[in-house]
């Protein structure tokens, strides 16, 4: 069994990747990793030192006579698009097209939880590459992911004392580990027959800024304070975890801390809780 990542070398493909090379079941040779760059490919090399040269398909999702190479005797797909990219949908469907294309039995798309909230150019973009990956005749799994821990720098919050708030301190949001997200891609990823045609709406733990920053004071021995900070700010020096460039990249995230602002899945398919924000304070503070 050959399995794709595509964005090998991007946050999210790289705790999935982490997750199968951690796996007994799961040989480097059995892993194609689709990326933009020999850097890229370089910077996963000497980081997994298992990987070879054959572990690396180079391309762009955008760029036909690449992906045919890449997905060639591939068997499943596991797809994150770009974020906050103007041309997301049209890489996913890409994709898509090509998968089918070549014979692909599953392809897995890590989507985002609530598609349908299509004011959220994020989250609309998802939402067409969801809705033609149902429709292509492909079998598949949809990851619904709701917002990362690991957006929130806890070395980071922790040495300033500071938890900077894009939006609202007391609006309700939910939250997943993403290694738990990278877990329940693996599962899915092993035994994609069981998750065919499934959807999965992924949630770890519903709190506020407030509640994320009293958990951080208790497991680190340090009061944290929650700073909240204008959306102007967050745009002009870049204070996420994302990069965005141009006019829809910077529209795209605009309204989606505008919409925050005004605004037990994962257990099962873990085989055991979900990691709450203490676990993952007292486990990543610890490396």
């Known amino acids: 069994m050959t399995i794709l990542i595509t964005g090998a070398s ?9 997750a199968l090379l951690d796996s007994l079941s799961v040989a480097p040779s059995d892993l194609r990793l689709f990326v933009r760059s020999q850097a890229a490919a370089q910077r996963l090399k000497e980081r997994y030192p298992q990987l070879t040269d054959s572990s690396f398909a180079l391309g762009d999702y955008l760029e036909a006579s690449t992906l045919g190479p890449a997905l060639k005797g591939v068997d499943i797909v596991f797809h994150n698009g770009p ?15 090509a998968a089918k294309a070549a014979g692909v039995k599953h392809f897995v798309y890590c989507s985002v939880l609530f598609p349908v909230l299509t004011k959220l150019l994020n989250h609309k973009a998802k939402f067409y590459v969801e809705e033609h990956l149902i429709e292509s005749g492909l079998n598949y799994t949809i990851l619904q992911p709701t917002s990362l821990m690991q957006n929130v720098n806890l070395e980071l919050v922790v040495s300033t004392g500071i938890l900077p708030a894009a939006y609202s301190p007391t609006t309700l949001q939910g939250y997943l580990d993403l290694e738990d997200l990278a877990a329940i891609a693996r599962v899915v990823l092993l035994d994609p027959v069981t998750h065919n045609r499934a959807r999965y709406e992924l949630v770890g733990e519903n709190c506020t800024f407030e509640d994320v920053a009293r958990y951080i004071s208790e497991q680190a ?5 929650v700073e909240p900070i204008t959306r102007d700010q967050v745009r002009g020096r870049g204070a996420t975890h994302v990069n965005v460039a141009g006019e829809y990249g910077v529209d795209a ?19 055991r809780e979900a990691t709450n924000w ?10």
């Open 253 to 271: 995230l605009d309204r989606m801390l505008y919409y925050y602002d005004k605004s037990n899945t994962v257990g099962w398919l873990l085989g």
């Open 221 to 225: 021995g340090k009061d944290i304070k």
């Open 278 to 287: 203490p676990t993952r304070i007292r486990r990543d503070l610890k490396k």
């Open 10 to 18: 991007g946050r999210t493909s790289g705790f999935v990747l982490r």
């Open 83 to 97: 974020a906050f990219n103007a041309l997301e949908s049209a890489m996913g469907i890409a994709l898509i097209d």
